[in-house]
Structure formats: C-alpha cells, structure tokens
T-cell receptor, first 114, second 115 residues
Framework: KQEVTQIPAALSVPEGENLVLNCSFT??????LQWFRQDPGKGLTSLLLIQSSQREQTSGRLNASLDKSSGRSTLYIAASQPGDSATYLCAVRPLGSGYSTLTFGKGTMLLVSP | DGGITQSPKYLFRKEGQNVTLSCEQNLNHDAMYWYRQDPGQGLRLIYYSQIVNDFQKGDIAEGYSVSREKKESFPLTVTSAQKNPTAFYLCASSMSGSQGNQPQHFGDGTRLSIL
C-alpha cells in the first residue's frame, strides 16, 4: 500500500530565507504528484502538479522536483514571505488497474516570521 | 467564477442524527471526491464518483453515504452509524482525463462537530 511521508512536520524560518520541503513515497509506480497549500480552517489550494514523466515544475517562487525512482519530491520556496505561512501537503496518484485516487502525506506546517 | 462550494461551513450533529453535507461544483468536472481530515493526519478518502449515478467506496466509507444524481452535485450523508464524526470534511473534483493525470480542486470544507 502506498504511503506518503513529509519531513519536517513543522518548520519555522525568518522572512527571506529559501527553504525546501520534503515528500517521500514508498511505491514509485505513480501517475503524478501534486503539492497543495492549506491555510487554517480552509480547503486545499493546488500549487503544482508533476506528471510521472516530468522532473520538475515551476510557478513563481515555487519549484517542485520529482525523482520517481527514489520515491522523493521536494518543494523549493524562494525568498519566503510571511504570506507563505500555511500547511503544505503532497499527494501521489498511484498507478494501477482501474481508477486510482490520491494518497496524501500529513503535511508540513510552515511559519515564516517577519 | 468557477469553483467548488461546500455548505454549511459549520455543522453540529446530535446523537442518533443523520446530517448531510452539500458539495456543488460549476467546473464541469466529471469526478468528485469526499475526504475527511483529522488533526495531525493526512486526508482520507471516504467516497468518490467518476460519473453521474456511479460512486465507489474509499478507505473509510463505513458510516457514510453519498449520491450522484447530477454532475454538479455530490452530497455526503454522515449517518448515526458513524460513531466518531467530528472532523473537517473536504470535497474535491477533477476532470476524468486519461490515466488520472488531472489535478484535483478543493472546496473550503465543512467542520462537523458533535453536540
């Protein structure tokens, strides 16, 4: 069964730092990997989707990489801002016969202080 | 604007009562999903539906029921059989797409508590 782990569980950094969030998954047979942001008491906002054939995706100050063979993904946030404070979740969509759905990690809670 | 609307934002359930959470989307997405989120845990899939009039159980379907009579709507009923219903419930949708390569989009959630 696919398992997704996110390290660290929480991270606190001063404004302006570049930072990396980690996501690992146990089964490399995936369709894609998706990074989300969740603000307190809110739903999830999709940040980046990486297909299994891709190595990375970029959106503004965010860059996500995927190493499928080692079962790892990283989310790089450049020049962090207090508005980046949120919980970041990664999820993978496993390959398999028939329809498959996302398996989520527990998230990394990020606090960026001014 | 296109999006997913969940209502109500907060809901309280009495013992032995069934409650229904609403999820409506105007994104013309084929697939819809219900997740449960508990503190310190990742999202867990309750039910999903790929097309109208069809739905499948997820990992934690016991004590829940759904219907998919319209493409836009996927209501979730939390029955009295669900003994620990207090949680944050999230609805999502996506295009079906080949090989499941379409991103999921989420509503703002419903927080359910026991009275």
């Amino acid at each position: 069964k696919q398992e997704v782990t996110q390290i660290p569980a929480a991270l606190s950094v001063p404004e302006g730092e570049n930072l990396v969030l980690n996501c690992s998954f146990t089964d490399s047979a995936i369709y894609n990997l998706q990074w989300f942001r969740q603000d307190p008491g809110k739903g999830l906002t999709s940040l980046l989707l990486i297909q299994s054939s891709q190595r990375e995706q970029t959106s503004g100050r965010l860059n996500a990489s995927l190493d499928k063979s080692s079962g790892r993904s990283t989310l790089y946030i450049a020049a962090s801002q207090p508005g980046d404070s949120a919980t970041y979740l990664c999820a993978v969509r496993p390959l398999g016969s028939g329809y498959s759905t996302l398996t989520f990690g527990k998230g990394t809670m990020l606090l960026v202080s001014p | 604007d296109g999006g997913i609307t969940q209502s109500p934002k907060y809901l309280f359930r009495k013992e032995g009562q069934n409650v229904t959470l609403s999820c409506e989307q105007n994104l013309n997405h084929d697939a819809m999903y219900w997740y449960r989120q508990d503190p310190g845990q990742g999202l867990r899939l309750i039910y999903y539906s790929q097309i109208v009039n069809d739905f499948q159980k997820g990992d934690i379907a016991e004590g829940y029921s759904v219907s998919r009579e319209k493409k836009e709507s996927f209501p979730l009923t939390v029955t009295s059989a669900q003994k620990n219903p207090t949680a944050f419930y999230l609805c999502a949708s996506s295009m079906s797409g080949s090989q499941g390569n379409q991103p999921q989009h989420f509503g703002d959630g419903t927080r359910l508590s026991i009275l």
